[in-house]
């Protein structure tokens, strides 16, 4: 079955300082891998996909397909990056999604 | 565009008894999951509907039921409440599976059962 596992519950970083939220997941194929985001008092969204290679709001995340991991990384965290990140899975399209248990990052000022 | 709706914000209800909670899609968006997040924990996938028909279903008991009507919105069922179905429950719509689907997720419904 697949799974997505996220090992730091809370992250607390100074302003400036680099970021990098954890990400392992358990698939033997090619899935679809996100990151989501809630910041506080605001509905859950998508922040990046895999598929996109794209960096959203200074975050990148690089799928490591030998170490079936997809963690997301910032250099200089900002305090408006404080919120919860939720790393997810999909096996295809076609798939429902599953979620990791989230990691609350607190960039300090 | 409001985006995705959900009704209501917050619920009370006894162990046993039978609720059903409220979803609106984002505009042009015609397939609706649902989502049970526990306190601390991530998002559980329940089940998905798509022309009116439940398409895929996650590790919930048949207590958990759903509708999708032809508007595209769509009601969530629990019946014999435990109380451990006290949950934030999650709508998310988005395009056909198959497609490019962002989904997009509603604020959610604060069920807490007594």
């Known amino acids: 079955a697949q799974r997505v596992t996220q090992p730091e519950k809370l992250l607390s970083v100074f302003k400036g300082a680099p970021v990098e939220l954890k990400c392992n997941y358990s698939?033997?194929?090619?899935?679809?891998l996100f990151w989501y985001v809630q910041y506080s008092r605001q509905r859950l969204q998508l922040l990046l996909r895999h598929i996109s290679r794209e960096s959203i709001k200074g975050f990148t995340a690089d799928l490591n397909k030998g170490e079936t991991s997809f963690h997301l990384k910032k250099p200089f965290a900002q305090e408006e990056d404080s919120a919860m990140y939720y790393c997810a899975l999909r096996k295809t399209s076609y798939d429902k999604v599953i979620f990791g248990p989230g990691t609350s990052l607190s960039v300090i000022p | 565009d409001a985006g995705v709706t959900q009704s209501p914000t917050h619920l009370i209800k006894t162990r046993g008894q039978q609720v059903t909670l409220r979803c609106s899609p984002k505009?042009?968006?015609?397939?609706v999951s649902w989502y049970q997040q526990a306190l601390g924990q991530g998002p559980q996938f329940i089940f998905q509907?798509?022309?009116?028909?439940?398409?895929q279903r996650g590790n919930f008991p048949d207590r958990f039921s759903g509708h999708q009507f032809p508007n595209y919105s769509s009601e969530l069922n629990v019946n014999a409440l435990l109380l451990g179905d006290s949950a934030l429950y999650l709508c998310?719509?988005?395009?056909?599976?198959?497609?490019?689907?962002?989904?997009?997720f509603g604020p959610g419904t604060r069920l807490t059962v007594l």
């Open positions: 698939y033997s194929g090619s899935p679809e």
């Open positions: 998310a719509s988005s395009f056909p599976p198959g497609s490019y689907n962002e989904q997009f």
């Open positions: 505009s042009g968006h015609d397939t």
């Open positions: 509907y798509y022309e009116e028909e439940e398409r």
